[in-house]
């Protein structure tokens, strides 16, 4: 692929081929850094969802990738991460005028999807069966399969490595895969669907399909024909994915984001945990799943801790983000900005006092982007809404507790349980958070990295089922028992 094909894509990849949507519609590509659009996605609808599934079925059925030996497919696969990487630069470019994150994180998304592809590129001859002595003198032959078509939908925060996190195990167990990324950010999820191609990936084997939520994403999601539907972005949406798959009784697995607490005792390393709670929180805008969007800090270092977060937080260079320098970029889009403006409002409101940020930044090379400060509120309260509620941008809530036993009534006091952390020296406490946080991942004197090598994925409200690691491949095949007789058969019916 040209390098120039990621910003000014050619289509969908639906079977093998780029399509435009068959209405002919386009939606604009807006860059968050500037507000202003610069280039254009296929706007699809429920025609071209039923092309991509169709493809994906005949790709399937054909046995091109699904039976493939395991080992071939694991080879495509860790060529397909090889582009990547060839690529790296190109996409990273992409991904940050799309989405307005740093280019120095963007780079990072980039190496981490390669490094995905080649995880699940090993997996893929891992995969085997069981078998079983069972009575009645049979065999028991338990087999694994994929699960045939696999519908993806992904948010814009991390578009092609969240993204991989579904598609590469998806492949690697040999479904057929339709990926409908965010309209907010498709241009790197779309040039996958090209780089699948030339690595040699059967046509078909991997679509991948833009357009709004609405027109692109509910088709997929109700489809009969799509076998799984794998879904990571926000509760409201994914209640709705949810209720249509209810209706047609087939699976799901959802990612629905949380309100992450960063735990700090008194008698953790105290420079370690600022840094820590403030990489926790502005990495990405703040516009990450598991952000460490609520610190709970011990009463005894309280206030120093409050000050020295608030001193990360002005220290935070918000910049163009293909700007070298830039350490903080700009949030999605003018709607979302005004969401988390109005959070940093009704905390304010409700008593929550602000330290440093809580203001749009628009000056000189910001303007026109949707740029927010980095924004520390103290002294939250449990029933303020800023303490339940996913904000989703570059706004950390603090809070006060006084003994282990109130750090953990607090971490749990939400609908959420997708990550958290604990900020201490003492491995016995450290081990008893552990056990007591509702959660599906615990950082303990760290925060925030999500190697592929371990499971992803969380508990109460944010969702079931796992990306990442060898669990994620339960997700992707199905099981088949075969009982095989080894005696002659009784008959059932002679007394
Ligand atoms: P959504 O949950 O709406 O978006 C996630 C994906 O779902 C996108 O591809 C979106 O498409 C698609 N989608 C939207 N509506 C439907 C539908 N009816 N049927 C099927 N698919 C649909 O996220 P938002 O952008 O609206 O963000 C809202 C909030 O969700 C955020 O403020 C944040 O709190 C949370 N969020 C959590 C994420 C996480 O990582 N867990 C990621 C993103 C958001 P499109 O974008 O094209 O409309």
Known sequence: MSTSTYLEPLGNMIGGEWRPARSGETLPVEDPATGRPFSQIPASGAADIDDAIASARSTLRSGSWSRLQPSERGRIMWQLASLIRRDGEALAHAETRDSGKPIREAREDIAGTADIFEYYAGAASKLTGQSHPLPSAQLGMVMRFPIGVVGTITPW???????????????????????????????????????????????GALNVVSGTGGDAGAP?????????????????????????????????????GGKSPNIVFDDADFDRAV????????????????????VLVQDTIYERFVEGLAGMARSIRVLPPTDERCQMGALISRAHLEKVAGYVETGVREGARLVTGGRRLDDGALQGGHFYAPTVLADVRPHHRVFTEEIFGPVVVVTPFHDEEEAIQLANATEYGLAAGVWTSNVSRALRCVQEIDSGYVWVNTFNYTPVEAPFGGVKGSGFGRDCGMQALDTYTTWKTVAWATAPFTNWYES
């Open 157 to 203: 925060n991390f578009p092609i490595y969240v993204a991989a996190w579904k598609v590469a195990p998806a492949l690697a167990c040999g479904n057929s895969v339709i990926l409908k990324p965010s309209e907010l950010a498709s241009l790197t999820c779309l040039g996958l669907g090209g780089l699948a191609l030339e690595a040699g990936m059967p046509a």
């Open 220 to 256: 997929l999601a109700g489809h009969p024909d799509v076998d799984l539907l794998a879904f990571t972005g926000g509760v409201v949406t994914g209640r709705k994915v949810m209720s249509s798959r209810a209706q047609l009784v087939r699976p799901v697995q959802m990612e629905l």
């Open 275 to 294: 840094r820590g709670a403030a990489f926790g929180i502005f990495f990405a805008q703040g516009e990450n799943c598991n952000a460490g969007s609520r």
